[in-house]
């Protein structure tokens, strides 16, 4: 468990960032199911939302988490999972305060899907997967994906780039 000290760790965040992590904390009072984070390219939304998700991951027992991206691709060649896995999650485990790895990332062999885990405040397991599609995915893509799959958080890396539909979004929202 966490001591009071540990708990007033809080990475270096930029106030925007720190915003974003609010908005979806779990003890924010105010907090919506659905927040959506726009500006410019370059303005560090995609640090917030994956400091956000690190957060999330700590402090929610068992916290299942999907970080979605149009494609691999995109995804993992200096991409959101890349700076996830190589910088946002390495950076809450250096603050010594009881976030560890439980298994750094690997390709489940019977998913093919790519994963890793932490362990969380309430010594339980978190566990992050990246999902993405192939070029041109549909509406039944996703429905195969995602359909019947219960997530505690979704990143989605570009949404407003990919999915065509209302019943896209509402495919993967409902997880």
Known sequence: MAT??????APKCF???????WQVHP?????????CVSGPRKSSKTVGCLHAAVEHAWEVDRALIAIVSPTLTNAIDGGCWQQLVEEIV???V????????????????????????IRNKHGT?????????REGADENDIKT?????????IYWSEAATWVKTQAGFDIISEC
Not at 15 to 21: A, D, G, L, V, Y
């Open 4 to 9: 009071e000290e540990q708990v007033s760790w």
């Open 15 to 21: 106030p925007k960032q720190n915003e974003i992590r």
């Open 27 to 35: 003890d924010n009072p105010n907090r919506t199911l659905y927040t």
């Open 90 to 92: 390495p950076m809450w």
């Open 94 to 117: 250096e603050g010594g305060f009881g976030l560890e790895w439980v298994r750094k990332p690997y390709m489940a062999g019977s998913t093919k899907r790519v994963k890793c885990s």
């Open 125 to 133: 397991v978190s566990e992050f997967q990246l999902e993405s599609f």
């Open 145 to 153: 994906r995602f359909k019947g799959k219960k997530l505690s958080f």
